[in-house]
């Protein structure tokens, strides 16, 4: 009996790993009126928005269709917590750090399309209505 609850105890230990490598939560709830002109990027299929002071390091809404959009946390998932794991270009539907040279795909939910990162961006729900686009966690 004991040797289970020893290997239960080390199995639970070592499959926690450190948080470290995670994104920290943060309350996320922004809105955002599409008809607004500092939004019009996010008028093309394809278009992106880079919103500072929300989220962790920031949000980057990406239009994926006429009525889905994506919300994701600009912090790159390699090392969030170092200074500059931020990502700080976006061309089309990629969006690049270049503190690490991670690169991932905004029109396929984030993915990591070229690492060192393995994760794929942090996701934050949105919500359409009318012309107010809405982001929440």
Known sequence: MRNRIAIIFL???FSCGERNNYIP?????HEI???SPENITLSALGGSLVIENQGYNGLIIYRFSNY???AYDKSCTYEPLTACAKIDSINSSLA???CCNSVFLL????SVANGP????????STFLEGNMLFISN
Do not use: T
């Open 11 to 13: 199995i639970f230990l």
């Open 25 to 29: 939560d943060v309350f996320v709830n």
């Open 33 to 35: 009126d599409l008809n």
């Open 68 to 70: 889905d959009y994506y």
């Open 96 to 98: 690049i750090c270049s």
């Open 107 to 110: 029109d396929q939910e984030g």
């Open 117 to 124: 990162a393995i994760l794929p961006l942090k996701r934050y």
